[in-house]
């Protein structure tokens, strides 16, 4: 299957396992799933989800997304945006699986981290089919932890003169977390192409498990006969500085500065998270 936006992936996707999918019930949760589905997006900054059915978040997307670039695992960071992160944590501190962008971007091993191995590898041979990274170590395949990485694996190939991301899931609930995974895991592509200095390419994602979990059967009966609305795209960058800078405002902002850097291509990003601030404390 070949979307051009996240709204077009949704929507054909909830009708799907609405339709195909079958009654499973994993940790006693009823659930509709639907077995080894893979999709494209042949667009990927297409990827702000604008269907009012699902009632997409930016500043929750945001916030995760400058979480994962900032290498953090606080769960307050992001509880600020959706309380039920804190769900997720064994602690009460700390996200320990799906912490993704402190696997990939932050923790080292023999001085170098995961990330800048990906990027060596593609520079020094653009055809490598080692570009590859894993988020889920043996030692986190406990049954009682609360958060076992959704995320399989992800592989980065350059082809074409693009580079393209293949994302593995082995769980995906498609109404809560696929909107997510879909802006997060699409500017994971997109820094992968500022750092080579070639264009984005195709997005594929593959989930063992594509799920929709009972309380949520209706919402996606409406998400799927939604009308067609304007695609939703980010704004375009021009420089990794540019998110190195998002990740650093959106901290600012969440503790507490209300006149951050607005000027530069993410000036919207900026707003919707000062938004998102006066309205917290409205509250």
């Not at 609405?18 to 080894?36: F, N, S, V, W």
Request: aromatic residues 10%; hydrophobic residues 35%; negative net charge.
């Amino acid at each position: 299957m070949r979307f051009s936006s996240s709204n077009k992936a949704l929507k054909s996707l909830a009708s799907l396992v609405l339709d195909r999918g079958q009654l499973t019930a994993p940790r006693g949760m009823p659930t509709i799933e639907l077995l080894g589905v893979q999709f494209v997006l042949t667009n990927p900054r297409a990827r702000i989800v604008t269907l009012p059915s699902r009632k997409f978040s930016l500043p929750l997307a945001l916030g995760e997304l400058c979480w994962h670039l900032r290498g953090d695992n606080e769960v307050g960071a992001l509880a600020y945006y959706a309380k039920a992160w804190r769900t997720f944590t064994d602690d009460g501190r700390h996200v320990s699986g799906s912490c993704y962008g402190r696997k990939l971007l932050s923790d080292s091993c023999e001085g170098t981290t995961a990330w800048n191995r990906l990027v060596n590898l593609l520079r020094h041979d653009p055809s490598t089919r080692r570009a590859t990274f894993s988020f889920i170590s043996n030692e986190e395949q406990v049954e009682a932890s609360r958060d076992v990485s959704c995320v399989s694996n992800i592989q980065f190939l350059l082809r074409g003169g693009k580079i393209h991301l293949f994302t593995f899931m082995r769980s995906n609930d498609l109404f809560l977390g696929l909107p997510y995974d879909l802006f997060l895991f699409t500017y994971f592509q997109e820094l992968m192409s500022l750092e080579l200095g070639v264009p984005m390419g195709e997005y594929h994602h593959y989930a063992t498990s594509l799920h929709i979990y009972e309380h949520n059967i209706v919402a996606c009966k409406n998400m799927a006969q939604e009308q067609d609305l304007p695609d939703g795209y980010s704004p375009k960058i021009n420089s990794k500085q540019d998110l190195v800078e998002l990740a650093e405002t959106e901290a600012s902002i969440r503790l507490g500065d209300t006149s951050p850097y607005r000027d530069g291509p993410l000036t919207a990003y900026v707003e919707a998270l000062l938004d998102f601030r006066q309205n917290v404390h409205s509250d």
